[in-house]
């Protein structure tokens, strides 16, 4: 996320990384999954 976002990580972020991480285990995603989640994620947009 901080490569995608180009910025550090705030609280919020922080929370989407554990939401994202956590999904993508329960439904067994791989790193193509991992990417499209971030990419479509709110922190992507926001600063």
Same mark, same amino acid.
């Given at each position: 996320?901080?490569?995608?976002?180009?910025?550090?990580?705030? $609280?919020? +972020?922080?929370?989407? %990384?554990?939401? @994202?991480?956590?999904? =993508?285990?329960?439904?067994?995603?791989? $790193?193509? +999954?991992?990417?499209? %989640?971030?990419? @479509?994620?709110?922190? =992507?947009?926001?600063?």
């Amino acid at each position: 996320m901080i490569y995608a976002t180009g910025r550090s990580l705030t $609280f919020g +972020d922080k929370r989407v %990384a554990r939401e @994202l991480a956590k999904d =993508l285990l329960d439904s067994q995603g791989g $790193f193509q +999954d991992l990417i499209i %989640a971030v990419v @479509l994620s709110d922190s =992507l947009f926001t600063r």
